[in-house]
């Protein structure tokens, strides 16, 4: 997910989500190209309104709970769970 490789975690819950989008939000430009963090990311101009939507999305569109523990595996039987995914198994 976006959101968790951006802040490099493996996994949090919407509280932690939402304070890391929060603390990336309030930097200027100027910290964000110094944090080794987000120097090597070619996305970083992009990682607080995707951060923030996706956040948003989970809490407000699928309601998932803001305190329960999402983990963010890299591969599931050898395939990366982004969003499409992620759709797929929700209208299961």
């Known amino acids: 997910m976006y959101v968790a490789q951006s802040f490099h975690l493996d996994q949090a819950n919407i509280t932690t ?47 998932i709970p803001t305190d329960l523990n999402i983990e963010y595996p890299n591969k599931i039987s050898g395939v990366e769970p982004g969003w499409t995914l992620a759709g797929v198994f929700y209208q299961i």
Request: with cysteine.
């Open 17 to 63: 989500l939402l304070n890391d989008s929060y603390d990336f939000c309030s930097k200027n430009w100027t910290e964000v190209i110094t944090d080794p963090k987000y120097k090597s990311n070619p996305y970083a101009f992009s990682v607080c309104f995707a951060d923030l939507y996706s956040t948003i999305l989970l809490k407000n569109g699928y309601k």
